[in-house]
């Protein structure tokens, strides 16, 4: 009973962490803007790696397994949110503006 | 279902290289690597899980950390053009 209880629950964690992924990917690919693309594919790295990493860790139980988990979604909430940022300060320090308001002609045309 | 995990890391890891290959900016490119090498890292985590030794975390676990050093130089040589030099700011650009 437990351990179907838990297979549930990590393949809907799973699902749903790769349906995050997947998500995050067409918005990198379709977003108009440097600015914007970084939404898209920081949501892969939080949802979509969180909810795999908990659905891994779910099916893995009490063991060194979940440590080693634990340890990578450390590491990645700790480093995406710095890369983030570093990409963005990098690219606006050399110029490159995000686009506001109203310029669906323009963004039309890199997506 | 780690198999439908791997699929669906697969699908974001080709639109990520998608994105990197005609990103019009390098800076596009920077962001679609940084992705890729995250979905790497779970990839080689559901891998492990799905080939049934989940003793490929290790390598996941280094893999991240590697992910993130690339990432970092690659960004300080674009914005300072140099690897060796300190945290400030360039001059004459906003």
Known sequence: MIGVVADLVSWALILGGSVFAIIGGVGMVRLPDVYARMHGASLTDTLGAGLIVAGLAVQAGFTLVTVKLILIMIFLIITSPTSTYALANAAFTRGLKPILGKSEDESSKTS | ?94
């Open chain 2, 1 to 94: 279902m780690f198999a439908a995990a791997t699929l669906a890391l697969l699908v974001t890891m080709a639109l990520a290289l998608t994105r990197a290959l005609l990103g019009p900016t390098i800076y596009d490119r920077v962001l679609a690597v940084n992705a890729f090498g995250t979905k790497t890292v779970l990839l080689i985590a559901v891998l492990g899980f799905l080939a049934g030794r989940p003793d490929f975390l290790d390598i996941s676990l280094v893999y991240a950390l590697i992910n993130f050093i690339g990432t970092i130089a690659v960004l300080k040589f674009l914005k300072f053009g140099d690897l060796g030099t300190h945290g400030e700011e360039p001059e004459g650009e906003s």
